[in-house]
């Protein structure tokens, strides 16, 4: 019903949510076929792997941030609020090579809630680090889509409420430094290729912006609204991309970098 989240594994196959009907699904490239991988998924939205066999999950149906594993399927939950309030609603996040993770914490009422959310919360980004202290480390109108270069430890937030991307530099503990607007468009969600462009997400499809923050091409996309993008494939060369009640996959004559790993 609404395609999120797609992330690829070290094959290149990936998981994507469809957070409507509260499942993951599975895409192999090997064999073409579409799979649920998890169903109900605690509302994920977000994913990205942290290791191998780790994968990590906005599940927004408790506001919270899991860690499920590849082998069995189970999850445990490593962070759910701070000062003992619940997040907003973790909406997507990445994971640095030391294995700390960042999120973006915006705030879309859900109708499956049973709870009414603070009005006082900040939106936020937050960072969790490996050894599980969580911290606010950016504030928002609205933040979304968020990506990380681990070579250059550079983070990239789009504020999709204020409709601009922000990059910042990230210090040894976590926190982030000079705030600098990056480009004139917010983006529900991102992806990097080797070449430092940046793939932004939205109602135009998808938009591609050089290292330096300029506009190099639009991809349409045939539906009303693209929500996130991610390289995939045995070679990192197909752009996928989840959008509306579907997903598209391009053939890209660049690769998407490598994957953190701690």
């Known amino acids: 019903s609404f395609t999120e989240g797609p992330v690829a594994d070290e094959s290149g196959d990936v998981y994507f949510t469809d957070q409507p009907n509260n499942r ?6 090997q064999t073409d076929e579409f799979s649920d991988w998890l169903k109900p998924a605690g509302r994920s939205n977000g994913l ?3 290791a191998p066999g780790q994968l990590i999950a906005c599940a927004d149906a408790n506001n919270e941030l899991w860690k499920i594993s590849v082998v069995d399927k189970s999850h445990q ?7 003992d309030e619940r997040f907003n609603g973790p909406n997507d996040c990445w994971v640095n090579s030391d294995g700390s993770i960042y999120f973006t914490d915006p705030l879309y009422r859900r109708e499956y809630w049973k709870h009414e959310p603070s ?6 980004v937050y960072h969790r680090s490996a ?20 070579k250059n430890q550079t983070l990239y937030v789009a504020d999709i409420g204020g409709r601009k991307t922000y990059r910042f530099k990230i210090q040894s503990d976590g926190k982030l430094i000079d705030r600098e607007l990056f ?18 997400t939205g109602s135009k499809g998808v938009t591609v912006y050089d290292p330096k923050g300029d506009l190099v091409q639009t991809i349409a996309v045939p539906r009303g609204w693209t929500a996130n993008v991610t390289f995939a494939g045995p070679h990192r060369e197909h752009l996928f991309i989840t959008s509306g009640n579907a ?16």
């Open 119 to 124: 009005r006082d919360r900040p939106r936020a």
């Open 183 to 200: 480009c004139d468009s917010g983006s529900d969600g991102m992806t990097i290729d080797e070449r430092r462009n940046f793939y932004l």
């Open 77 to 83: 939950v490593i962070a759910k609020g701070l000062a």
């Open 24 to 29: 993951i699904v599975k895409y192999s490239f």
């Open 131 to 150: 050894n599980g202290d969580v911290q606010l480390v950016a504030e928002f109108k609205q933040p979304n889509g968020i990506i990380g270069d681990a």
């Open 247 to 262: 997903v598209f996959v391009i053939k890209m004559a660049v690769r998407g970098i490598a994957p953190a790993r701690s």
């Open 48 to 50: 990205y792997f942290a």
